[in-house]
């Protein structure tokens, strides 16, 4: 099972807010903030829905492994910008 740690850190490195989160995974706000709250439970449907919805966006979730739960982001593929010489760099092609 994912914990609530997991799913805070999975949003900390999406960069979401709990809104989005509760966007992207089809439940509300209140009930993403009810599950993150300190004695929040991540099993069940919600949490299912949370996890799906982070995973979906790229998170991994890392299983005990001796060194602790954790989560990471995948690579998407195609998601690598083309290579820019150097001298082209401008704000127009920062991502």
């Known amino acids: 099972m994912v914990s609530v740690r997991q799913i805070k850190a999975a949003r900390a490195l999406l960069g979401w ?6 966007e992207a995974s089809g ?10 709250a300190p ?3 991540s099993g069940g449907q919600t949490g299912a ?12 979730f890392l299983a005990e492994n001796g060194e602790g739960l954790g989560v990471r ?4 593929r195609g998601s690598a910008p083309a290579s820019i010489p150097l001298e082209e760099l401008t704000a127009e092609n920062d991502e």
Request: a neutral charge; proline letters at 0%.
């Open 73 to 76: 982001l995948r690579k998407l």
């Open 17 to 22: 807010s709990q809104g989005a989160l509760a």
């Open 49 to 60: 829905k949370i996890v799906a919805a982070l995973s979906a966006a790229g998170v991994i």
């Open 39 to 41: 004695d929040g439970d």
């Open 27 to 36: 439940l509300s706000e209140a009930t993403v903030a009810r599950l993150e």
